[in-house]
């Protein structure tokens, strides 16, 4: 029904750039709420950023945020995640996941959660790897 397409991830130095970035093709994102999740090796995944489009709703993971921007663009029906300032720490795997946006108004009526089991769809996941 939907399937997400991640990617943009590669091998980079610490103190560089990357974004990736997330498509739908099959829905536009306005009627999506997007998150951005990562999974380092040996750890659990994690919820690093998310948006709302349609209703201006944002959040970012406090060890990332003013490193971590997310974005969307209608447009192109693409949401992407701008990462700064690169650290060895954020190597892992990159995943866009999405859900339909009615599906929280009850739930999280004001924010958009960064917890895996909110989100519907997922993709198979971008890897970024950070030397030292």
């Known amino acids: 029904e939907v399937q997400l397409q991640a990617s943009g991830g590669g091998l980079v130095q610490t103190g560089e750039s990357l974004r990736v970035s997330c498509t739908a093709p099959e829905l536009p994102l306005s009627l999506l709420t997007i998150g951005w999740f990562r999974q380092a090796p040996g750890k659990d995944r994690e919820g690093v950023s998310c948006i709302n489009y349609a209703k201006g709703i944002t959040a970012t993971e406090d060890s990332v945020k003013g490193r971590f921007t997310i974005s969307t663009d209608n447009f192109r029906n693409t949401s992407d995640l701008q990462i700064d300032s690169l650290k060895p720490e954020d190597t892992g795997v990159y995943y866009c996941?999405?859900?339909?946006?009615?599906?929280?108004?009850?739930?999280?009526?004001?924010?958009?959660?960064?917890?895996?089991?909110?989100?519907?769809?997922w993709g198979q996941g971008t890897q970024v790897t950070v030397s030292s």
């Open positions: 996941a999405a859900t339909l946006s009615l599906v929280h108004v009850v739930a999280y009526p004001n924010v958009c959660p960064l917890k895996s089991f909110a989100y519907d769809y």
